[in-house]
Nanobody
Framework: VQLVESGGDSVQAWGSLRVACSFS????????LGWFRQAPGKKREGVAI???????DYVASVQGRFTSSKVNAKNILYLQMNSLKPEDSAMYYC????????????????????WGQGTQVTVSS
């Protein structure tokens, strides 16, 4: 299983950006997918998760500004980020847990088995 993020960039505050994660070796219609971020000197935090039914959940700080979606036929996961703030600056990672049963749902604290290499998002004020 391989995950490759793309789309990171430098933007002005209140701007928008969409990052993508392409998957190979795994059909993303099953299991759990997540977006995480890590800023220098800070712990990694979960940003968004999406399950096999396209149910999504977000960390409170991005609720209403970020939207995660996926195109199963293309095996691509997206994170649309609007109204970006400087505190959103971080390396953004996608992650996958192909083995999670839908019975249990998805959560930020679950064990995501596969990770991408990250894409940098920088928001300037």
């Amino acid at each position: 299983v391989q995950l490759v993020e793309s789309g990171g960039d430098s933007v002005q505050a209140w701007g928008s950006l969409r990052v993508a994660c392409s998957f190979s070796g795994y059909t993303i219609s099953t299991g759990c997918l997540g977006w995480f971020r890590q800023a220098p000197g800070k712990k990694r935090e979960g940003v968004a998760i999406i399950d096999s039914r396209d149910y999504t959940d977000y960390v409170a700080s991005v609720q209403g500004r970020f939207t995660s979606s996926k195109v199963n036929a293309k095996n691509i996961l997206y994170l649309q980020m609007n109204s970006l703030k400087p505190e959103d600056s971080a390396m953004y990672y996608c992650a996958a847990d192909p083995y999670r049963s839908p019975v249990y749902g998805c959560s930020f604290s679950q064990n995501f088995h596969y990770w991408g290499q990250g894409t940098q998002v920088t928001v300037s004020s």
